[in-house]
Each structure stands twice: as structure tokens, then as C-alpha cells.
């Protein structure tokens, strides 16, 4: 299995979908801030508009998707909008989703909105090591054409809203985000995290042996010889790429799998820390506080 299959797999997101947008004529619509492990995303399906946020005014066309990894407040208005409180969003429900519409003509633009939830655990290792938001133009990749027919499929099955469509645009939106993230980490002016790093060619074997087999004692040469790379040139290779060390990311790793089993199993913290490569018992509790705030058995309690 690939590096970026691993991942996914290890950090298990649950998508959801709120709303579908279809909008005429001027509008802004603001969104507040989402609560910890809320991911809300937006989807063109067709058309343009903009998005304010922190500061920053981006352009969303047809087949861009843009993540708000943790949740921060933005406003998305047409591109003319002058007076936006000229005219307020209507709400009704299209018999899959519920929907928001402005105007009586045909739609300027159709947005698919929806969240990724997380588990707190989890976006340990995947949340915050993204760019917030994460824009990706989708129409600019090599895998447009199949972008492309996802996306159609979505717009289909939401227009005709068949038995079933809910769960097969949810189930899509699963694949839209798996091919987002695989877009962004492979441009080449994406900024260094954990995406850089599952896209390297270079670093993906020995980034495969740590997601396939955290709980190993993995040292530098061994994984700088699974990258074919001197010691050196792997650990400044693998910091450019990740902006974290390599145990920065094994330890990530290790705690999202500790949250996991926390949270799923009946095991005791010792038995955790051992399957995620731990010593003992200070040793993992000792990390997981560093990296959680709180020890293991309180975060039990706290996700029970």
C-alpha cells in the first residue's frame, strides 16, 4: 500500500455533507468558526466566486476544492458583490440535501459543501500539518479527466436524487478529499508537511516502513537505507520535505494509532504503548501528554 493510502487509512476521516449552494445573481454567505475535529470543505461544481479568509481573497472556479482544516471563519460571495445584504440565501431541501439558493434564475454557481470529522486523536498527525485553508485547482491536474467524471458523478447523482445518492456523493467525498490531498502535496510550490512528504519519491519507501510498522526501533541509517540516502542527506531531506524531524513524524504516527486503540480496545496503556513501540509505560505516557496535553487514561475518559 502507498504512503498516502496509509495515511488516510491510519487517520480514518468520516465525511459528511451539510448543504448544497446554488446561487444567482449577488451573494455572501458567512461561515463561523468550526468546532476542533469539524473539517468543512467546499466543492464547485460549476461557476465561480470568492472566498475571504484571514485576510486573504481567493478565487474558486469549477473543480477547485478548498479544506478548511481547522476551522477558520471565511465568507463566500460572488465576484461583483457590492452591497451582499441586498439579498438573502433561501433555505429548502432538494430531497437529498438540504439547500441554500439565491436568485429565481438559473444558477451563477452550484457549491457541494460538506465536513471531514475527525476524532481528536486523529488529526493529530493529518489536521495540523495542513496549509488552512488548503486550496487545490483541480482543473490544473494530470488526473483532471478523472476529477472531472467524479465530479459530474456528484453533480448527477445530486440533481437527480435517486435512491441512495446521499451515500454514494458522502462516498465520493471521501475520494474527492483522497484526491485532493495527492494534488496538492504533488505541486511543486506546495509547502513543506506531511503531504510533501508522502508525495517524494525518494522518502516513500522508508515513510511506508514507518506508517506499515510504527511500533519497530527504527533508527536513521536503517530508514536512510531504505531511501537509498547517506544519514545526513536523509534526515536534512526528510526536514525540508515534512518541516517536522523524523521522529516528530514516527511520534505522530505512534500517537494516532495510541488514540485509536484508546478509544476502541479495552487494552491497558502499557499494552498501547508496547504495539506502538514503546518502552514502557512512563515512556509512552510520558509522550502522549507531550503530544495530547493529557495522559492516556484521561483521554479515555474524556472520548469514552
Not at 4 to 28: K, V
Not at 76 to 104: C, E, F, N, W
Request: some cysteine; proline content about 6%; aromatic content about 6%.
Amino acid at each position: 500500500m502507498d504512503a498516502l493510502s496509509q495515511f488516510i487509512q491510519l487517520t480514518r476521516p468520516q465525511a459528511s455533507l451539510d448543504l448544497r449552494c446554488l446561487f444567482q445573481g449577488p451573494f455572501s454567505i458567512p461561515h463561523d468558526p468550526e468546532p476542533n475535529g469539524q473539517v468543512l470543505f467546499h466543492l464547485v461544481l460549476s461557476g465561480s466566486c470568492l472566498v475571504d479568509t484571514g485576510g486573504r481573497t481567493l478565487t474558486l472556479r469549477e473543480g477547485d476544492f478548498i479544506l478548511f482544516p481547522r476551522g477558520e471563519a471565511h465568507t463566500i460571495h460572488d465576484p461583483g458583490a457590492v452591497d451582499p445584504s441586498t439579498r438573502k440565501p433561501r433555505t429548502s431541501h432538494d430531497g437529498m440535501l438540504p439547500l441554500r439558493q439565491t436568485g429565481r434564475g438559473s444558477a451563477d454557481v452550484d457549491l457541494l459543501c460538506g465536513r471531514f470529522v475527525h476524532e481528536h486523536g486523529s488529526t493529530t498527525l493529518l489536521v495540523r500539518t495542513l496549509p488552512d485553508p488548503l486550496h487545490v485547482s483541480l482543473s490544473d491536474s494530470a488526473s483532471y479527466p478523472a476529477l472531472q467524471a467524479l465530479i459530474a458523478l456528484m453533480r448527477d447523482e445530486a440533481e437527480t436524487r435517486a435512491p441512495g445518492a446521499l451515500a454514494i456523493v458522502t462516498s465520493l467525498s471521501q475520494a474527492l478529499l483522497t484526491m485532493a490531498l495527492r494534488v496538492y502535496g504533488q505541486q511543486e510550490n506546495a509547502s513543506p508537511g506531511t503531504l510533501t512528504l508522502l508525495s517524494d519519491a525518494r522518502l516513500g519507501p522508508s515513510v511506508q516502513a514507518m506508517l506499515s510498522a510504527p511500533e519497530r526501533a527504527w533508527t536513521i541509517d536503517t530508514l536512510a537505507d531504505l531511501a537509498a540516502m547517506s544519514r545526513a542527506t536523509y534526515a536534512r531531506h526528510f526536514r525540508a520535505r515534512a518541516d517536522m524531524t523524523v521522529w516528530d513524524f514516527l511520534t505522530r504516527v505512534r500517537m494516532t494509532l495510541a488514540c485509536d486503540a484508546l478509544i476502541h480496545t479495552r487494552l491497558s496503556a502499557g499494552e498501547i504503548g508496547a504495539r506502538v513501540g514503546y518502552q514502557s509505560e512512563a515512556a509512552f505516557g510520558k509522550a502522549f501528554k507531550q503530544q495530547l496535553g493529557m495522559t492516556p487514561a484521561r483521554y479515555r475518559r474524556a472520548t469514552g
